[in-house]
């Protein structure tokens, strides 16, 4: 039976394990944790997926800035005994698990991938969250479980039942599979709804990082749905304020949770979801412009149909993580791609220079 430690959580030094923490988000949360003292094991695959040099100077950087304070381990989740032994071990307060195969296009070549990485290593995690009695479970979910929802700005309470791709039904899983650990262990667990983050040390498989490679090559950028795509672009430091604060307010059992009327993102267990936006949609070809804007060039677009799994539009309600922890997005996008294009030309100068 699950036995959940007493320990305040709003206390200094708590030890984190951080899934994926040579990844973009994982890699931003650990260096912000890591800067307000806290102790952190960082989990990480160092899988081929993308460059992984890029994921490996992230380590490095994490390494220098955290000393004593920052470990790592190199485990695949999807091996339950490995992830079970580093858990146990360490013996964290707080888990914050942002590993998963992520890529919308990618899902539809290589769907077994989303199985291994997002079904088998969450339930991997979640055992080993039991077997440690942690104190709050803070997983990724995306704004891409809303699928063929119409309805703007998305909420919580609306359906996610129908998404339009494999990676948004395996992450669509991850939050139900969290909701029965709630249920029957009272592990506290919240998911959290991510709206197309961007920002330094972003993924090269991402819109702002193909068309600034394309556009410096002089080659063409690919822009489906003939561009009329609306995008709630989120900086990644607003993200990371939001899982910060979110992890250290663990959900809790609600005896007046309606089940006659359930609200989709609440339960009577301890167990929420909440989305995690800048809720202040643009259009595709004003990101790009901004782009064109910092670099000084124009880019060569070639239109292109919808692609099939992609959502037009993304638009959040960020009501109810602004209600719990007062999460405040204050990075607009002129200000996050001109950041973005900055640690870019600076970052790959140096690399050419290695």
Known sequence: MYTPKINPILGYNLKYIITGAAGFIGFHTSLALLKKGHTILGIDSINNYYDQNLKLDRLKTLKKIGAKKFQFEKINLKFAAKTSKAFLKFKP?????????????????????????????FLNVLQSAKECSVQHLVYASTSSVYGANKTLPFSESHSANHPIQFYAATKRSNE??????????????????FFTVYGPWGRPDMALFKFTKNILEGKPIEVFNHGNHLRDFTYVDDIVQGIVKTSRK??????????????????????????IGNSNPVTLMKYIELIEHNLNLKAKIQFLPIQDGDVEKTYSDISRIQSLVSYTPNTDVEVGVKNFIKWYLQYYNQTERK
């Open 176 to 193: 139900l599979m969290a909701h029965s650990y709630s249920h029957m262990f009272q592990i506290p667990t919240t998911g959290l709804r």
């Open 250 to 275: 663990p959900p809790k059992y609600d005896p007046s949770f309606d089940h006659f009327d359930p609200d989709q993102g609440k339960s009577s267990a301890p167990f929420r979801i909440l989305n």
């Open 93 to 121: 307060d707080i888990i914050i698990h942002l590993a998963a195969q992520a890529g919308v296009r990618y899902s539809i070549e290589n769907p077994h991938s989303y199985v291994n990485n997002n079904l088998t290593a």
